[in-house]
């Protein structure tokens, strides 16, 4: 591989005549670290299908306390998947901006996917408040705990997202396009596009399936 | 950009892309399949037209798709020879995710069956925290 090798989107690299059976030594970083990476996602996921396990076996353990259809409000979740869904959409278009060593707009899409992100996490917040309020906070049932600790988990998640982007921000502006800034980038995009995979199987398993009549 | 440029046409969704035109024009199939297909969840889940039973699987179906279709144009996951490790780790992470879930809960669904429960102990809904 040379130096001069297209940064990569996703979690895909440049076309290369390696078939990754490795009969030419190590691959570059720029294979490695997101393959690494995605090995890192799909434990978090692994992670996660453990909280909807025990969501799926808790659901009905409610202890007299509310019940989902009581909890959930539908406009709210579209809404919040909504804006997660064009914030990682705006991510993917940072990262071709990225691609191209423009930073003004990698810096604006970066901004953008941040805010989206952000939107959708005040609006989970407000759930939250709005739930404890009414005395539905995760010490009143099995079913409410295994909730918060799911969702809260995911919410947990795009703190974190946030955080990385702001930092990300920072970084491209103070560095420039260096190889490894960029594949920090594709790794966050990586990241980011996996919490919108993991939001997609809460708000059908949660909140659609939940709420069914 | 004419629709007879081959790299608007020969290239997967997930393979490297060298023009703008086609990168971007994937993320944007990528959204409207994904809106597509939320809207299409939201109103599978709130019509009485559709046989009730059936929903919560139909949900389930629309879900899985609407993953696939993040992993091919936001993740770029491809069947091309370069991608193999990532499909084979996919692969196994799909796997262990299935286990996980579907073994849980068919455990604790027929863990109750299995102990004699007493009819207190049925009845999921007073069950303490």
């Not at chain 1, 440049?14 to 030419?24: I, K, P, Q, V, Y």
């Not at chain 1, 691609?99 to 901004?111: G, S």
Request: hydrophobic residues 55%.
């Amino acid at each position: 591989m040379s130096a001069t090798e297209a940064p990569a989107v996703g979690l895909t690299h440049g076309a290369s005549e390696d078939t990754g059976l490795g009969n030419r030594g190590p691959q570059s970083k720029s294979i490695v670290v997101p393959y690494g990476f995605w090995l890192f996602v799909l434990s978090d996921m692994v992670l996660f299908s453990a909280l909807f396990a025990s969501y799926a076996s808790l659901v009905h353990a409610t202890d007299g306390g509310p019940v989902t259809n009581q909890l959930f409000d539908r406009t709210k979740v579209a809404i919040e998947t909504l804006a997660l869904l064009v914030s990682s959409f705006i991510c993917g278009l940072a990262i071709i901006a990225a691609k191209r060593k423009n930073l003004l707009w990698t810096e604006i899409w970066l901004f953008f996917t941040g805010l989206f992100g952000f939107v959708f996490l005040v609006i989970e917040l407000t759930e939250f408040v709005g739930m404890v309020r009414i005395g539905a906070g995760p010490q009143r049932s099995a079913f409410l705990s295994s909730f918060f600790t799911l969702v809260g988990c995911h919410g947990a998640h795009v703190t974190a997202g946030l955080l990385w982007i702001g930092t990300m921000m920072a970084q491209v502006w103070a560095k420039g396009f260096e190889p490894h800034i960029v594949r920090r980038l594709l790794c966050l995009s990586i990241f980011w596009h996996a919490l919108d995979i993991i939001w997609v199987a809460i708000f059908t398993i949660v909140y659609l399936i939940g709420t069914l009549p | 950009m004419s629709d007879r440029d081959p790299e608007l046409t020969n290239v997967a969704p997930g393979e490297p892309h060298d023009s703008l035109m086609s990168e971007t024009i994937s993320y944007v199939v990528g959204l409207g399949l994904a809106l597509l297909l939320t809207g299409v969840s939201f109103w599978v889940a709130s019509t009485s037209a559709l046989w009730g039973p059936g929903v919560a699987v139909g949900l389930v179906v629309l879900a899985i798709a609407q993953m696939g279709v993040h992993l091919v144009f936001f993740l770029h996951i491809t069947s091309g020879p370069d991608n193999t490790n990532n499909v084979l780790a996919l692969a196994f992470g799909v796997l262990i995710v299935f286990v996980v879930m579907i073994g849980t809960i068919w455990i604790m669904a027929h863990l109750a069956a299995n102990m004699g429960p007493t009819p207190e102990m049925t009845n999921l809904t007073m069950q303490r925290g």
